[in-house]
């Protein structure tokens, strides 16, 4: 088992920034690739960034790109998302998630991770 959890969200101006931190407990983290997705009233759960277990890959969604930033620290058991240039179409309950299957890709879809955290809500204000 592995337990998630959140922290850093909260509400912000139009091209402000928020750093959101994640947690992990009960398995060795460093074996864990993790990704980042959010969802937003109404809206499917859509994945935002990913980084693999031993952090040699990272990925993003087209609409982050070039604005956030994925990082882990094994030490810390904790996985970052920097989060730069806000905008309001970023607003949603951002969610971590492990996958433990140590591949050497990110998996996409929600379905992929085992483990999730209980989000963090974002609120970017116009």
Known sequence: ????????????????????????SGRTFSSLGMGWFRQAPGKER????????????TDY???????FAISRN?????????????KPEDTAVYYC???PT?????PLRPTSYDYWGQGTQVTVSS
């Open 46 to 57: 859509e994945f935002v960034s990913g980084i693999t277990w031993s952090a040699g890959n």
């Open 97 to 99: 998630a492990a996958d």
């Open 74 to 86: 094994n030490a810390k058991s904790t996985v970052y998302l920097q989060m730069n240039g806000l």
């Open 102 to 106: 140590r591949l050497p890709n990110i």
């Open 1 to 24: 088992q592995v337990q998630l959890v959140e922290s850093g969200g909260g509400l912000v101006q139009a091209g402000g920034s928020l750093r959101l931190s994640c947690a992990a």
């Open 61 to 67: 969604a087209d609409s982050v790109k070039g604005r």
